[in-house]
């Protein structure tokens, strides 16, 4: 019998976007990558802010106290420091290469603020949405300094920041995540070199230009900073993002998770799978029912 071994096949972009202007929390400034008119979700990653600003006024407000239901919200800077606080008790200074991974489960009550009054604040966040049998879990926290965030270093001069998921060369990222096995990573790309990464079949993924410009893609799309490129998913067991920084060295995020083919109910910050659960979401946070979780 003929055995056929297909090659990997590389991920072909079908879609860029660059999102839309927008304000949230106290008046934070900010641009909307994911949860907009173009792009509602991509499964499972329902919202994608970019920040990043000099201006005080721009982010001095921050986002102050809120509730979340129902998935997990992921803050990572750039530059600048913010603090965070929630109702199960965890508190943290996210600084500049530092990620939180917050699991809001069945309900907390988080702050985001800045711990700056002047300079850059950079970063970016992602909420991933958690499966149906997960939305009611217990509120959970994962916070890595930069320092805990592994480096990757090629001698050709990339560097690959994982925060979680692994490298081909085999670096593991941090943050745990069992229920769409996420990928994230930032990456620094020298002019001319070739990065490979290979990513699960069904997996949902992006590309976010961060600095410079960029080629993916069988067809050799060109995506430049400030845009989001959706990479289609494959119908063989692996395929392989290939990127190459065009011109001028290129920063960029990886961003890539199994798709959970569930019903989404949004309401404000709460994600669920019926509009009965949004509505009670509303309700026991109107009625204290989830603000000082971690115990059942
Ligand atoms: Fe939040």
């Given at each position: 019998m003929k055995q056929t071994n297909t090659p990997p096949r590389t991920r072909e972009v079908t879609q860029i976007t660059e999102g839309v202007e927008t304000s949230d929390g106290d008046g934070v400034n900010m641009t909307r990558l994911i949860a907009t008119q173009q792009l509602s979700d991509l499964d499972p990653f329902l919202l994608l802010d970019a920040f990043g600003s000099d201006e005080p006024g721009d982010y001095l407000g921050g986002f102050p106290s809120h509730p979340h239901r129902g998935f997990e919200t992921v803050t990572y800077l750039l530059a600048g420091r913010m603090r965070h606080k929630d109702s199960a008790g965890n508190e943290g200074v996210i600084e500049a290469g530092g990620v939180q991974w917050m699991t809001a489960g069945k309900g907390i009550v988080h702050s985001e603020m800045p711990e700056q009054?002047?300079?850059l604040l950079q970063g970016f966040q992602l909420?991933?949405?958690?499966?149906?049998?997960?939305?009611?879990?217990?509120p959970g926290y994962q916070e890595f300094g930069a320092a805990a965030i592994p480096v990757e270093q090629h001698p050709d001069g990339t560097e690959i920041r994982v925060i979680t998921g692994k490298t081909d060369q085999g670096t593991v990222g941090p943050v745990k995540n069992t229920y769409v096995k996420p990928l994230y990573m930032d990456v620094t790309l020298p002019a001319g070199i070739p990065f490979q990464q290979t990513l699960n079949a069904a997996d949902n993924s992006f590309i976010y230009v961060?600095?410079?410009q960029?080629?993916?893609?069988?067809?050799?799309?060109?995506?430049?900073?400030?845009?989001?490129?959706i990479l289609e998913p494959t119908n063989n067991e692996k395929g392989r993002v290939k990127v190459i920084a065009t011109e001028e060295a290129a920063r960029f995020l990886l961003v890539s998770g199994q798709p959970l083919n569930e019903p989404v109910a949004r309401?404000?910050?709460f994600v669920m799978n019926t509009a009965e659960e949004i509505r009670q979401a509303f309700d026991d946070f109107k009625n204290n029912r989830f603000q000082e979780t971690g115990r059942d």
């Open positions: 009054e002047n300079g909420w991933v949405n958690l499966p149906a049998k997960a939305k009611m879990t217990l961060i600095e410079g960029i080629q993916t893609g069988e067809n050799a799309h060109t995506v430049t900073a400030k845009q989001l490129a309401g404000g910050p």
